[in-house]
């Protein structure tokens, strides 16, 4: 698996306060449960979330959601179509906001993958669920629900 690029934090600090960041974010559906993670850093740590992440310069939305479903968990993915946008601003550490377009994706295991998760540093856990974990946000919830869970 490549190395995740990570935007040195200065830099991202900067950014956000000049523009939205944009992410890609799977709904990974599988024998009728979902896969979410648990946060291990700020913002959202302790929070259940989808795998997903930012856009890179020139990358499509969709590669850019396998790419981080990859990144995050170990496994290929097929996307199976568009769930949403959800728009937000979110307070992050610093005291500084963050504007946010997410995509969502619903996605499927591919025959390449092995069902075996590998987390990376972003998450504690991981867990197939059929509904909400209480510690989910809002915009997600939304997107989960778009998939056909409550």
């Known amino acids: 698996m490549k190395k995740k690029k990570q935007l040195p934090y200065p830099l991202y600090l900067k950014i956000l306060e000049v523009m939205p960041m944009v992410y890609a974010d799977v709904v990974l559906v599988h024998e009728g449960k979902f896969l979410l993670l648990k946060r291990n850093i700020s913002p959202m740590k302790g929070y259940w979330l989808t795998p997903g992440g930012r856009l890179e310069k020139g990358e499509r939305l969709e590669a850019a959601a396998?790419?981080?479903?990859?990144?995050?968990?170990?496994?290929?993915?097929?996307?199976?179509?568009?769930?949403?946008?959800?728009?937000?601003?979110?307070?992050?550490?610093?005291?500084?906001?963050?504007?946010?377009?997410?995509?969502?994706?619903?996605?499927?295991?591919?025959?390449?993958?092995?069902?075996?998760i590998a987390l990376d540093f972003e998450s504690s856990d991981s867990g197939w669920f059929t509904s909400i974990p209480s510690k989910t946000p809002s915009y997600l919830k939304r997107m989960l629900g778009e998939a056909g869970f409550k």
């Open 66 to 116: 396998r790419r981080e479903a990859l990144e995050e968990t170990g496994l290929h993915v097929q996307i199976t179509k568009l769930l949403g946008i959800e728009e937000y601003v979110q307070r992050i550490p610093g005291n500084k906001k963050r504007h946010c377009i997410n995509f969502y994706y619903q996605a499927i295991l591919s025959p390449r993958s092995r069902n075996r």
